[in-house]
């Protein structure tokens, strides 16, 4: 979903290789911080405050959200105000505060399926609405320069409905967003491109029509190339279908990716590796249980692997939800239900490796779970699910650190005593990252938001003299930005046993030599920044 990452995925010296050969680092920026060590054990990953993002007195339901790799947050939700349904979103710099909610769709009866993805400087929304006559697919995306959304398009074709729409956004600009439609031939799964720069061009059918379509998903890689999957049915079971767009434009012959299914809970999804390959989940009724399958489309020669079944027999398995990250680890969690209730499970898979085991990370729950997943560049992964016990759902959350076999604890994120629904999460470049939900305040549904301090405040400008004559004063800079918690302290140690501290400071040796300064940021939460140069004073 995201470009290049920014110049914060290269400050960390103690993943210094990862970094060069994964995340795009230059191997000049990574030798210039070479060296760099915490002030301080790590401090373990801090949870902030809920707080309320929608608008006093609407109610706010059905939240999606994306984080992009320098930490900024923008969150999509649907809203009703006295019976007039708009989407709503709200953003969040890395370092600033939460914008106020702005509309994104004019007044309706109706509006749903609302998801924003990020890439770059690219921000879009799309999202499903009744103009009157027909369920519309609508998108709006987000000017680079000022920030200011656009005013929304119409993509979807008049006189036909339009349901569940998807979109995906590459590194250059380049947007692709899916739907399924019907009219009176049948169902089809349509699709509108719109090139970096450009405008959306016309609505083209990925498939012929259908006694029934459903669940679209869609990735886009750096060039451009688009894959789609869906839930199709012909009138007598289901199918996963998948199709390509390459280069020319054109969509290519659908292909069945999965066995029939009577129900058509197929819940297809995909997600994108650096490598160009994709990853497609589902769920699929096999005999008297539902399971979980996984198949692969190689980049190089553009076949899909046969269907495998990764979830364990026995439990059903359902509504499966998939995340990679840029090393080419992967991570799905799903619902599980037997005889004891709910539970969520989460599978994972480093690069190059097989699937781990399965992980329980709750079990005998008696309401809605909704799992969700992100991966961070490292590998760290973070699952959200609503835990339905006592009478009302709360959010919760399991971490998994990359050097770590086990899940954390579930830790509950929204108050007690109300439900809150739907939690969506995301990560960004170092492991900072948001969650957002839906929560009853008991007199209307808000969507809130918390963030997830995972990392070290960011060090920018850094300026260090490459050399220095005895007994002359030298200047030393440096500015510190965390995502979600204040800087607490900036420090200087110049390498002949002094010190110094803020973001701006002097110093004068005494005698000539090669040293190395280290400059060290620790934020609130205790998370700490570290980098050093070297400074050669010669003799006056």
């Known amino acids: 979903m995201f470009g290049p990452l920014s110049s914060r995925a290269c400050r960390r010296a103690s993943v210094l290789v990862v970094q060069a050969l994964v995340t795009g680092c230059t191997l000049t920026a990574v030798v210039a911080a070479a060296g760099a060590a915490p002030a301080a054990a790590p401090a373990p990953p801090k949870w902030l405050t809920p707080r309320d993002l929608s608008e006093v007195g609407a109610d706010a339901v059905i939240p999606d959200l994306a984080v992009d790799p320098p930490g900024n947050v923008v969150v999509v939700w649907a809203q009703a105000k006295q019976s007039s349904w708009t989407v709503q979103a709200v953003a969040r710099p890395a370092g600033g505060t939460w914008s106020a909610p702005h509309a994104l769709s004019v007044p309706a009866d109706h509006v749903a399926s609302p998801q924003v993805v990020v890439s770059g400087s690219n921000v879009l929304a799309v999202w499903e609405r009744y103009d009157g006559r027909n369920l519309i697919a609508q998108v709006a995306d987000r000017n680079p320069k000022t920030g200011a959304w656009n005013p929304a398009t119409s993509l979807s074709l008049p006189g036909r409905d339009a349901q569940a729409p998807r979109i995906a956004v590459d590194e250059r600009g380049d947007a692709m967003a899916v739907w399924a439609s019907v009219s009176a031939s049948g169902w089809t799964i349509q699709s509108a491109f719109r090139p970096a720069g450009g405008s959306w061009q016309p609505t083209v059918a990925v498939e012929p029509p259908e006694a029934g379509t459903a669940a679209p998903d869609v990735v886009l890689d750096r060039f451009g190339h688009a894959v789609v999957v869906w839930a199709s049915t012909a009138g007598s079971g289901w199918r996963v279908n998948a199709a390509y767009r390459g280069s020319n434009g054109a969509w290519s012959k659908t292909f069945a990716l999965s066995g029939p299914d009577p129900s058509g809970s197929l819940a297809p999804q995909l997600a ?269």
């Not at 050097?403 to 604890?409: D, E, I, L, V």
């Open 272 to 540: 994108l590796e650096s490598t160009g390959d994709v990853i497609a989940v589902w769920s699929r009724s096999i005999g008297t249980s539902t399971v979980v399958e996984q198949a692969t489309r190689a980049a190089a020669g553009g076949a899909w692997s046969a269907a495998t079944q990764i979830s364990p027999s026995g439990p059903d398995a359902l509504a499966p939800e998939i995340a990679v990250n840029q090393r080419g680890d992967a991570a799905v969690v799903w619902t599980s239900s037997d005889p004891s209730g709910l539970g969520v499970v989460a599978l994972l898979r480093r690069a190059s490796r097989a699937w781990g085991p399965p992980a329980m990370l709750v079990s005998d729950v008696s309401g809605p779970l909704a799992p969700q997943i992100a991966l961070d560049p490292k590998g760290d992964a973070l699952a959200v699910w609503s835990h339905s016990t006592s009478g009302y759902s709360r959010v919760q959350a399991a971490g998994l650190s990359a050097g770590s076999r086990s899940w954390s604890s579930p830790r509950a994120l929204s108050r007690p005593g109300a439900d809150a629904l739907i939690p969506q999460v995301a990560l960004d470049a170092v492991g900072d990252g948001a969650v957002a939900w839906a929560r009853y305040n008991g007199q209307s549904f808000v969507i809130q938001g918390v963030g997830y301090d995972g990392s070290g405040p960011e060090l920018d400008k850094l300026a260090v003299p490459a050399s220095g004559v005895v007994g002359k004063r030298l200047t030393f800079a440096v500015t510190a930005k965390d995502v979600w918690s204040a800087v607490r302290s900036i420090t200087w140690s110049f390498g002949d046993g002094t010190a110094g501290s803020g973001r701006l400071t002097g110093h004068t040796y005494t005698r000539a030599g090669r040293f190395t300064v280290q400059v060290t940021a620790t934020d609130s939460v205790g998370h700490v920044t570290s980098v050093r140069r070297s400074v050669s004073v010669r003799a006056a």
